[in-house]
């Protein structure tokens, strides 16, 4: 797997979205907020007109058995002819905040919000799983300290038959993926799981090209006790995961909330935050935009991606 590949999705070229200002973020999301009242005055209206008849028109019992569905019409009118102006203002939002603080962050940068890091991609590991409903967006690829990396948004579902054979899907991960160039030189397959994270596969013994993943135990016990760590070669992992590196890796794991997924694949290092929320989200249409507030908190996401090359020195030049 050469590092490039993710940020590819199918043949779609990502480009910048354009510079946006904050007058197109404010009138956007007051041309939302409007949307929204007028169609809850319209749903109210519509809702009001229907009870009426149902009280004293003629016919007021199929009415009546209608309402549900009557209810339901309404809803689903209601929240598709405020989807125009959502798209606008969540466009407004992040060409404005989200794309100028990565540009002031990252180099050699590509960002897309309704792009992401594909299925195939992860699924390519042979340590993520990647569900039966895939999602991903945000997508942002670049550099920051000469170390490239990718991340995006994802979110992945399993579908579940009951008894009575009604479908339902379960969240497994919901959080961010990023992909970075790792700094050693190695050519097997490595993952660390913090206990809880839940949706990875080597602990159901799976094998990538014939070699088997054997559960690995680490010379730290405190590291043992916050990660699950499963490798193709037991001796290459101590090679990989030297002391400082572990520190810095539980480091990590106290810092960020949410649950971490490590791996180490043909010199990448992927990582998984499972912390059930999405970065780089607009306020409510129904709260003023602080911008310098928007901009501390957009930075602090943003930040996620800096952290972790900080934290373990991915910029080292160290090949073996």
């Given at each position: 797997?050469?590092?490039?590949?993710?940020?590819?999705?199918?043949?779609?070229?990502?480009?910048?979205?354009?510079l946006?200002?904050?007058?197109?973020?404010?009138?956007?999301q007051?041309?939302?907020k409007?949307?929204?009242?007028?169609?809850i005055g319209?749903?109210?209206?519509?809702?009001?007109?229907?009870?009426?008849?149902c009280?004293?028109?003629?016919?007021?019992?199929?009415?009546?058995?209608?309402?549900p569905?009557?209810?339901?019409?309404?809803?689903?009118?209601?929240?598709?002819?405020a989807?125009?102006?959502?798209?606008?203002?969540?466009?407004a939002?992040?060409?404005?905040?989200?794309?100028?603080?990565?540009?002031?962050?990252?180099?050699d940068?590509?960002?897309?919000?309704?792009?992401?890091?594909?299925?195939?991609?992860?699924?390519s590991?042979?340590m993520?799983?990647?569900?039966?409903?895939?999602s991903?967006?945000?997508?942002?690829?670049?550099?920051?300290?000469?170390?490239?990396?990718?991340?995006?948004?994802?979110?992945?579902?399993?579908?579940h038959?009951?008894?009575d054979?009604?479908?339902?899907?379960?969240?497994?991960?919901?959080?961010?993926?990023?992909?970075?160039?790792?700094?050693?030189?190695?050519?097997f397959?490595?993952?660390?799981a913090?206990?809880?994270?839940?949706?990875?596969?080597?602990?159901?013994?799976?094998?990538?090209?014939?070699?088997?993943?054997?559960?690995?135990?680490?010379?730290?016990?405190?590291?043992?006790?916050?990660?699950?760590?499963?490798?193709?070669?037991?001796?290459?992992?101590?090679?990989?995961?030297?002391?400082?590196?572990?520190?810095?890796?539980?480091?990590?794991s106290e810092?960020?909330?949410?649950?971490?997924?490590?791996?180490?694949?043909?010199?990448?290092l992927?990582?998984?935050?499972?912390?059930?929320?999405?970065?780089?989200?607009?306020?409510?249409?129904?709260?003023?935009?602080?911008?310098?507030a928007?901009?501390k908190?957009?930075?602090?996401e943003?930040?996620?991606?800096?952290?972790?090359?900080?934290?373990?020195?991915?910029?080292?030049?160290?090949?073996?």
């Amino acid at each position: 797997m050469t590092f490039g590949i993710a940020p590819k999705i199918g043949a779609i070229s990502l480009c910048y979205n354009r510079l946006m200002k904050i007058d197109d973020v404010k009138n956007a999301q007051r041309e939302y907020k409007d949307a929204i009242l007028r169609n809850i005055g319209i749903a109210i209206g519509v809702f009001l007109i229907i009870l009426l008849s149902c009280l004293v028109g003629s016919g007021s019992e199929v009415i009546l058995f209608f309402f549900p569905f009557f209810a339901m019409v309404i809803l689903i009118i209601f929240v598709a002819s405020a989807q125009k102006q959502s798209k606008a203002y969540h466009k407004a939002y992040k060409g404005y905040f989200v794309q100028r603080s990565l540009a002031n962050v990252f180099t050699d940068l590509v960002y897309e919000r309704e792009e992401g890091i594909s299925s195939e991609f992860l699924r390519s590991t042979g340590m993520i799983n990647t569900g039966d409903r895939y999602s991903s967006n945000d997508y942002v690829h670049g550099k920051y300290k000469d170390v490239g990396f990718t991340q995006s948004d994802v979110q992945i579902e399993v579908e579940h038959t009951d008894s009575d054979g009604k479908t339902t899907y379960y969240t497994i991960f919901r959080g961010r993926f990023m992909d970075f160039e790792f700094p050693k030189n190695f050519s097997f397959r490595l993952e660390v799981a913090e206990k809880g994270f839940g949706a990875n596969l080597i602990p159901y013994g799976k094998t990538k090209k014939g070699r088997k993943f054997e559960k690995v135990n680490l010379e730290s016990s405190e590291f043992n006790e916050t990660f699950r760590t499963y490798a193709e070669d037991g001796f290459e992992a101590f090679y990989i995961l030297d002391p400082a590196l572990m520190n810095n890796m539980l480091e990590l794991s106290e810092k960020h909330k949410g649950k971490l997924l490590f791996c180490f694949c043909d010199n990448h290092l992927i990582v998984g935050l499972k912390d059930g929320r999405d970065a780089f989200e607009p306020p409510s249409a129904f709260k003023t935009i602080d911008e310098a507030a928007e901009t501390k908190k957009v930075t602090s996401e943003i930040n996620l991606v800096t952290d972790f090359v900080d934290q373990l020195k991915l910029n080292r030049k160290i090949f073996k």
